[in-house]
Every structure is written in structure tokens, then in C-alpha cells.
């Protein structure tokens, strides 16, 4: 090689480089905004226009974060006493979900999933092998403070009894129709199998069952007629088909653990779906779909029996697949992550964000936290994505267990420094652009 060449190739190596560099990455700050936090699983602005922020903890608390940043000592709900015991070294169960009524100001009414011991009126084939029962219930805010709920308000909506102690998903949103949408894993277990699973489908494409769907409810109007406290929306996709419970507005997933609504644009329902060994996924959900699990993981087939394996055809008739899919470290060297967490679309006022879909995944390595924050753009049904760069925290290391959004749009990330939902030194920080 000539000296000229090797000049060459050294600035085209460089310019290459630091092309692609400034190409894929997106330069963020994180601004704190909250602290001492033990595993935030969620950040939701009431929408009352108090502009007050509240903060769910996996281990059972609501917090609220005042306008003027101060986060309140004494929480909103305290519920750690209906939650099953959690595992400090790892658990997926706690309180999952909260969603304020669209008419919060006016009727004080909010929703939260969580996960407490089997029900004791649970018809269940084997209980003994059956770790929890996930209820989504109503509370109201108390009379007197409107920062203390009433923990005597509760309404249970609906209880899921859950074979395993992994994959509950739990979040709950109004949607832009004023209808609550609820996420539910497969149960648990890997690959979909096991006590509490359908042997031959899994629960992804057991359409009998409410694991492994996004289901929608009006929790307006109760069904008196079949004495339930809420009632299935005449125009969903199911009602009145053999084989589909009518609650089920989608299904086909494995661990939908966190979705959200956009803000802006369609109002698209956006969910991160967290795979098995190989693939985690983003979906776009529309009524009725069918987005793969058991019979796929991301766009690949899958067979539950040899995980890794991934066939090159399967009936994937009438699937939808996902809109990116990313590969996980626990098979790939060139991978992104572990287990998506899903997020929200950027709606705030930094032009060059708008309609980036901001996401992560949860951790590279179980060791520590190896978190990665990621940004989506959307272009028709395959989006691309790009790693954010964090610019003011260079050491920043965290298991990132999820996100949250206020009414402008910001979207907040939460952080946390241990695996389990322990010790009170997790992190919520406000996703900013850098200088
Ligand atoms: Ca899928």
C-alpha cells in the first residue's frame, strides 16, 4: 500500500466514521426531576390542570410530583398490602399500571393494575400452580385533599389470574375514544408453555383467554345484564365471534409491558413487545390484529419447542408484523438489548423530536444496569432507530424499567440502579435535547 493510499484510506476512515456516528446518534440530556425512588414503573400527568405528576412504584406506592418539582412524602395510594411479596432479587409483579378517567378533574376517578396472591373464588384447573391474580381497579381521589385517594374507594373492574410470576404486562390507558385499554402477557414461562398455557397455541393465539392480548372496556357503564362492573364496547372486533373473548381488542403478544397512546398524529397505539431469546418488537396495534406470539417472535417464525431455531415458514396468515425488530443479546453478539421497554411518542415543543417514537431497552447484561435509550422514526410500516447519546451523564448506567409522559408531550425515563425492586435510589429523568 502506497503512503498516498494509506492517507487515503485513513481520512476516508475517519470521515466515514465520524459520519456515521453523528448520523446514528442522537444527542439527549437527562434532567432529574425525581430521586430515592424505588423501581418507578410509570409517570403520568393528571389531567385536571394542576399540572401535578404522579409516580407509580412497582413495590405499591403513587407519588406526587408537584408542579413546583417538590415529590410529596406522603404517597397519594399506598396498595403494598394487596400486592403479592416481591421478590428482591427480580420480580415482575407489584402495581403495573395507572390511567387517570379523561374526566379526572370533575369525578376523581383513576385506575391501577396490580398483581396480588390467587383470588380465593379463582376456578381454576390447578390453583396450586398459579402465582397471582392481576386486578385492574377503580379508586377515587379523597374529598377533603386532592393529593391523598381514598383507599376505601376501590371498584375492582376485573381480575386475570396469572399462572406465573413473569410477563403481566399492566399498562392501562384511555384512548383518544375514551375507552380503557389493558396489555396482558402470555402468563409467563418461557417460550409460552407450561401450567396455565394453552399446550397447543400458547396463550398468544389462544384467543379464549385474555393473556397474551390488548383487551378495551367502557368502565362508564357497568353490563348489568351479565353482572359485570364494566361493559365490552359494541364495536369491537370480536364481539359476538366463537372462540374470541369480546373484551379482546389484539392479540398475539408475549409481555406487552409497556405501550402508550401518540399524543399527535393518528393517535397510534404503540407497544413494545418483549420477545423471547431472539427478537424484541415494536407494534403498531389496530383493532382486531393478530401480532404473531407463539406462532412468531418479532418477523420470524418461531417453534416453541427449539426457541433459537426460528423455521423458515410457518402459517403466518392474517399476522401482523412488527414495525421494527431489534436482536437480543441473549443470543446475538451484534444485539441491542435484552427486553424492550416500551415508551412514548415525542410530542414536545423541540421540532426536530416531533413524532420520534423514544424507547429502550431495559438492559445489554443482567449483571448491572445496561440500559440503552433508543429513538424510532416512523416511515410507513418499517420504522428505523437510532441510539441516543447521553451528553451530560457520561457514566449513566441504568436497568431502564420504563417511561412516562406529560400533557406537553415531554417524555421522562425511568431509572434503576438495581435489579430487583429494592432500595429507595431510582431515578426519573426528563429526556431533553443538548446544546
Ligand atoms: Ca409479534
Redesign the pocket.
Known sequence: MSKLTMALTAVFVLFFCTASLTAKALDVKLEEVANKLTAPVLLVEAPDNTHRKFIIEQVGLIKVLMPDGKLLDDPFLDISKKLTDLNPVFDEEGLLGLAFHPDFGSNGKFYVTFTGPIRKDASLPVKLWWENTETLAEFSVSKDNPNKADPASERVIMHVDQPQFNHNGGWISFGPDGYLYFSLGDGGYKNDWGPGHDPSLGS?QDTGTRLGTILRIDVNTPDTENELPYSVPKDNPFVGEDGFLPEIWAY???NPWRCSFDMGGNNDLICG?V?QNAYE?I?VVTKGGN???RQ????HCFDYLNPNEHPASCNDKG????VIEYKSCNVFDNCKGLSITGGYVYRGEHSAWKGKYFFADWSKQFGKGDGVLYAASKQGDKWSMEEMNVTNLPNFSAFILSFGQDRQGDVYVMASDTLGPIKASDKIYKLVPAD
Do not use: T
Request: cysteine-free; charged content about 30%; overall charge negative.
Open positions: 398468544g398475539g403478544f408475549r413487545d420477545g418488537e407494534n401480532y404473531g406470539w412468531k417472535e418479532g418477523m399476522m401482523i408484523d412488527p
